[in-house]
């Protein structure tokens, strides 16, 4: 097992977010070890009651792992741990940031000089328009511009980002299995 792939084992416990697996690899010192404690050990760790610290020490009973593998190779998908280089600086440095992203296509260093533009599902004729503008000046200039994929303005922002032949991503809130909105499919490929 590899390092990302135990991270992606953790990352799949239920009840075990971002702040509890921070815990668990800084305890037992890797995602590796983590995934090899027993149940006593992990009760240790502050956050950690019997029942969950017996849920993640049975995680293999839980979590389908050689499955989920296999559908992150089906969609094309690369997994980015906190560790990999090309993991978004900014969002390391959150309190509670994801172990791990799924990534749909590629991301370069030059992502990491980004400007969000969001705002809202129900826009105005002129939010959308100033949405737009600014989208593709912001590609223009070199940035890459960072949107979730909803309605309205963050389809605004990625369609004008794409118009100036630029560079942009959609943080998809839902998860890449579950695209949404539907009518955004074409967009995000």
Excluded: C
């Excluded at 971002?18 to 009760?43: C, H, M, N, W, Y």
């Amino acid at each position: 097992m590899t390092r990302t792939e135990a991270f992606l084992a953790l990352n799949l416990i239920p009840n075990v977010g971002p702040v509890r697996l921070r815990k668990l690899v800084d305890f037992f010192g890797s995602p590796e070890q983590a995934l090899r404690a027993k149940t006593a050990q992990i009760a240790e760790i502050n956050g950690f009651d019997q029942k969950l610290a017996a849920s993640v020490a049975d995680w293999e009973s839980q979590v389908d792992l050689p499955g989920e593998l296999r559908k992150i190779a089906d969609r094309q998908l690369t997994l980015l741990t906190q560790e990999d280089e090309l993991y978004p600086d900014l969002l390391r440095q959150i309190s509670g940031a994801p172990f791990l992203l799924y990534v749909w296509g590629n991301l370069t260093r030059r992502d990491h000089h980004a400007i969000g533009v969001v705002g809202s599902r129900q826009a105005t004729h002129y939010g959308l328009s100033t949405a737009k503008k600014l989208s593709f000046q912001i590609a223009y200039a070199g940035y890459t511009v960072i949107s979730g994929l909803a309605r309205g303005i963050d389809t605004a922002a990625h369609e004008a980002a794409l118009a100036a032949k630029g560079r942009t991503i959609a943080v998809i809130g839902s998860g890449i299995g579950k695209l949404y909105p539907p009518e955004n499919q074409a967009l995000a490929e």
